[in-house]
C-alpha cells in the first residue's frame, strides 16, 4: 500500500501481524511493527525501515546506494520480501539480516506478494521485450521458480499448491484469469480482468467489466453476480461487491452476497471508493468512501448501521 506522508515522500507500509516461529533462524519483527520504505534522507534511492508502534523505535534494515521498495511482509511478520532496482528481488528477515535473492536481473517490478502458508513469493516484471509483463512464482522451500509469460498480478492459493493469474494474449487485446497447479495438471481460463481466492481456498472471485463471476477451483461451477468484487468474509461464506455503473464503480452502493444462495443485501447508503476489509468475527466492514458529502473512512454492521 503506498501512502502519499508529507513532502512528496512516498511510503509502502506494511503492518506486521503477531510472529510465530522464526523460518530457519531468523529474528521475528515484533508485533505492532510498521515497516516501509522511503527515499527520506537518501534523496534518491529507497531504503527499508521498521518502527515499532508502541515504543517509536526506528530501524533501519536496507540502507543505500541500494534502492529497495515494494515490500511485502510474510503472514507471520517474520520476513520481508521487496525488489531492488539494481538487482531484482530479494527475502530477508525482519531485523534486515539474511538477504537472499529470489530473482535476478534488472526489471521493471509491480508488486511482490506471499501465498498465505509463506512456501512461496509472486512477483511481476515486465518482459525483455519491453511490452509485456512475466509472473514469477519461487519455492523458498526448494528455490523452484516457475515463469508465465504474458502474465500479471499473480495470486497463490491460501494452501500454496495453485496460482491465478491474469493473461493478455500477444494477439488480442482481451484479458482472461487463468488457474494453474503449481505442481501439474489440468489448467483453465475464463475472461477476467481481477482474481481473488476465498480464504479456505475453494473458490475465487473473478471481476470484468462490472461483473463478478464465483467460481470453484477446478472452473466446473460458476455463478455470475452485477457489480464488482471488493472483499471475501472471513469465513468465505461472504462476499462483498460495488453495484452502480462499471465506469463509475468506486462510487457504487455496497453489497453483501452469500455464496451458497447468492442472496444479497444493502447496506444502507454505502457509497464506496476505496478499500473494503471486514472485521475478525464478520460482522462489519470498514472503508473508505462517500456518504452524502460526507468523505472518509466509515464501518458498516450487518444491520446497515453505519458509524464514521
Known sequence: MHLPIAAGIALAVALSGPASAAYE??????????????????????????VEVATGRHRILSRF??????LSVSPAGDRIAFTRTSGGVFVMSGAGTRIRRIGS??????????????EFVAFDALASDGE???STVVSLRTGRTLRIPLALSPRLSP?????????????SEDTFIRVRSL???????IPGEEVSWSPDGRRIAISRNGRT???TTDGRMRRSFGGTFAAWSPDGNRFTLIGGSPFKRQYGPLDVLSVDTGARRRLGSAIHQGPVAWSPDGTRIAFAGKIGRREGSFVVSMDGRIRA
Open 213 to 215: 463471476v464465483i467460481a
Open 105 to 118: 536481473g534488472r526489471g521493471n517490478y509491480t508488486e511482490v506478494t506471499w501465498s498465505p502458508n509463506a
Open 159 to 171: 494452501d500454496g499448491m495453485r496460482v491465478a493469474y491474469t493473461q493478455q494474449l500477444r494477439s
Open 132 to 134: 509485456f509483463f512475466v
Open 65 to 70: 546506494p541500494y534502492d529497495d521498495h515494494l
Open 25 to 50: 533462524g531468523q529474528a521475528p519483527a515484533p508485533a505492532g511493527t510498521i515497516v516501509f520504505a522511503s527515499t527520506r534522507g537518501t534523496g534518491i534511492g529507497g531504503q527499508i525501515s521498521s
Open 183 to 189: 505442481v501439474g495438471g489440468r489448467a483453465w481460463r
